[in-house]
């Protein structure tokens, strides 16, 4: 059966969790590669902890008890990755970093899962005041 010219290892991973660790795995990479200066360790802590911690939060999230608490997970994972790209963009702006194109592929998968979690608390809002 052919998969649209993709080998299975470029297949785009639709599953969020998994995506959502593969991008803790690509962050936990940059901050591991940048330089050891000053602001590049205090931009490497900071963003170890926002790029990490949308994982986190998107599982709470699948066992929220309510979908007031499902919403709030899902809004902290939202905030967490707006943070992220923000921290991102410093970093690829200082240019600090020898390999520019994995900051750049880090900064293009934050901005589409900014996109996902913004859309997905938007319709989880939407249908919490429509059962009100």
Do not use: W
């Not at 590049?40 to 994982?55: V, Y």
């Not at 943070?83 to 410093?90: C, G, K, R, Y």
Request: net charge positive.
């Amino acid at each position: 059966m052919k998969e649209n010219n993709k080998t299975n290892t470029n297949k785009r991973v639709y599953d969020l969790e998994a995506r959502l660790i593969a991008f803790s795995l690509m962050i936990i990479k940059l901050v591991e590669i940048l330089p050891t200066d000053r602001s590049a360790r205090l931009l490497g802590s900071q963003l170890l902890r926002s790029g990490t911690s949308p994982a986190l939060n998107y599982a709470e999230a699948q066992v929220a008890e309510s979908s007031a608490d499902f919403i709030h997970k899902m809004s902290i994972a939202l905030k967490e990755l707006k943070e992220s790209q923000v921290t991102l963009l410093i970093i690829k702006g200082r240019t600090i970093v020898d390999n520019s194109q994995y900051v750049i592929d880090c900064c293009n998968e934050c901005s589409e899962l900014v996109a996902i979690f913004l859309a997905s608390v938007r319709t989880a809002r939407k249908n919490a005041q429509s059962r009100h």
